[in-house]
């Protein structure tokens, strides 16, 4: 689960966007991409590496002087998405790497998690036509919302009538070729924060993102949806469509350092302490009910498999080893 960061403004978002994801580098990621909208059109780019890698590939993605695309953008882009990458889904390619978008290149989204139920999701969009570009389980978010938007809707209740299909947890920012000066962000599990300017608006995974830009700060809860315009940003519950209206805007005290560390003195006592959060986030859709252990799309292990099973291989390296390690002995203990 790694790095979103979203801009609507008046200044250049490819600056703001690429900044913000440097200072969330400190969580490790395999690849990067960043997405504008330049003159009604959607531009990506995207690298596999580190962001000195995307840097390259941005600056090397419209050759100086044509006045467009995502390096040279004239007037410059001031919309914009970015994601650093920690594939769960799909291999680290450069095809995989976000922002995904749909078949006619209307919708480019951003996703942190994972999507559960992406398969049925994906079959059923190419039964309708869709074209995937990549392996990801995010792609399908772009597909869906693009969907809405032919039917007729807003961005904003695409996002949300594609967000109600969805089963995991994420976090994803979307925008649209259309709606040009306009973010809609959703959020279940995953963490996301807007960052309010004067005139601009932010969203990322982490407040350190856009805090050398602005120190006011609104959380997102979960189930809900935001979209993001330069002159404000509306709160939505996602289930029921009802606006959010008294969400508070704090200030932020912290100095950047800090709160890149949460208000830890190192980063390892902040992952430290993050690990109870962290491991429920990753199990929420694989949990024990009343009536056995639920896999999400794997579906329930009722008592015919159990009593198939014969033998649990755990295979991992480095730290996933020792983890498999304590899973053997869990494992044993509560199955006797
Ligand atoms: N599941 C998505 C993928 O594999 C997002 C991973 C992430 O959070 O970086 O592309």
Not at 25 to 33: H, K, P, V
Not at 133 to 155: C, F, K, M, P, Y
Request: with cysteine; proline share 3%.
């Amino acid at each position: 689960m790694c790095g979103i960061v979203g801009y609507v403004g008046e200044r250049a978002a490819r600056m703001l966007v690429l900044a913000g994801l440097e200072r969330l580098e400190y969580r490790g990621y395999d690849s990067a991409g960043i997405s504008v909208v330049c003159d009604g059109r959607l531009e990506a780019v995207r690298a596999v590496g580190n962001l000195s890698h995307l840097r390259a590939a941005v600056d090397q993605a419209a050759p100086a002087g044509d006045g467009g695309g995502v390096a040279v953008a004239a007037p410059p882009a001031t919309t914009g998405i970015g994601h650093t990458r920690w594939a769960t889904h799909g291999r680290v390619t450069e095809e995989n790497a976000h922002p995904h978008y749909d078949t006619d290149d209307r919708v480019h989204v951003v996703v942190n998690g994972i999507v559960e139920n992406y398969l049925e999701l994906k079959q059923a969009l190419i039964a309708d036509g869709a074209v995937f570009t990549s392996e990801t389980d995010a792609e399908v978010i772009a597909h869906l919302i693009s969907r809405q938007l032919g039917n007729g809707l807003d961005l904003v209740e695409a996002v949300r009538a594609a967000y109600l299909q969805l089963r995991g947890h994420y976090a994803f920012v979307a925008v649209a070729a259309d709606e040009p000066a306009l973010l809609v962000a959703a959020r279940r599990e995953c963490p996301l924060v807007v960052g309010r300017g004067d005139g601009e608006q932010f969203v990322a995974s982490a407040i350190p993102a856009f805090l050398a830009q602005t120190r006011h700060v609104q959380l997102i809860e979960n189930g809900e949806i935001v979209a993001l315009r330069p002159d404000g940003v509306d709160f939505m519950v996602a289930a029921t469509g009802e606006p959010v209206t008294d969400r508070e805007i704090e200030e932020v005290d912290w100095s950047a350092d800090v709160a890149e560390k949460g208000g830890y003195e190192t980063f390892m006592l902040k992952e430290i302490h993050e690990q109870a959060a962290a491991v429920a986030e990753t199990i929420a859709d694989r949990t024990v009910r009343a009536d056995g252990v639920d896999l999400g799309d794997m579906g329930a292990i009722d008592d015919a498999l159990l009593s198939r099973i014969r033998r649990v291989v755990i295979v991992a390296c480095g730290t996933s080893y020792h983890a498999g390690l304590i899973g053997r002995y869990a494992i044993e203990t509560w199955s006797r």
